[in-house]
């Protein structure tokens, strides 16, 4: 099931970019991921107000249905382009 317009259209207004290999949508500067499952099992408000919580430079937090795991966490940072 694809990830519907609106959720498409909000991630990529907060300057989000897609990385089809991971199926995820990330920002550099927020050090934020969201899985596409995540946005497309969530709603509007719940995609708004993630992107909106502050979040510390020093680490990346990560949506996710199921959390990965630091290795995970680890390999997925370091492939973004």
Known sequence: MPIAA???KI???A???DSLRHLV???KKTKKV???EAVRVNNEDWLRKCIEEENSVE???FYF???PSEAEKKELISELP
Do not use: Q
């Open 6 to 8: 609106t959720e498409k």
């Open 11 to 13: 991630l990529e207004e």
């Open 15 to 17: 300057d989000y970019k």
């Open 25 to 27: 949508y990330y920002n």
């Open 34 to 36: 969201f899985s596409f």
């Open 59 to 61: 680490e990346w937090r």
């Open 65 to 67: 249905t199921a959390a």
